[in-house]
């Protein structure tokens, strides 16, 4: 979604952030648009080539990486611990499984 055509089309001094999914920018354009400032800023919880990062990312001071983290909020893990538990107890009494379970 995010690639040279795409950043050309940003106001000067954009800053930007991924957390859904790595391939949604190009990273070479991404570092293009760093280097000539028409990108000021980075944040990436998830990378084009995961779990490789590409090396020129981790050296700049405009750009913030995570873990893929992101959706690691108290309530997103309660909803998979339920979701497991759930799962157990029917798996025990014959009801099948339920993995579609969201609260």
């Known amino acids: 979604m995010l690639n040279s055509r795409t950043f050309a089309?940003?106001?000067?001094?954009a800053k930007i952030i991924n957390i859904g999914r790595g391939k949604l920018i190009d990273t070479g354009a991404l570092l293009d648009a760093l280097r000539a400032g028409k990108v000021t800023g980075a944040a990436l919880?998830?990378?084009?080539?995961?779990?490789?990062?590409?090396p020129e990312l981790l050296n700049r001071w405009d750009v913030l990486l995570t873990p893929?983290?992101?959706?690691?909020?108290?309530e997103t893990l309660q909803g998979a611990e339920q979701i497991c538990v759930d799962n157990m107890v029917n798996a025990f009494y014959g009801d099948g499984l339920s993995v579609t379970r969201v609260n």
């Open 68 to 74: 893929h983290i992101a959706s690691s909020t108290i």
């Open 45 to 54: 919880d998830v990378f084009e080539s995961e779990p490789n990062v590409e």
């Open 9 to 13: 089309l940003l106001p000067d001094g």
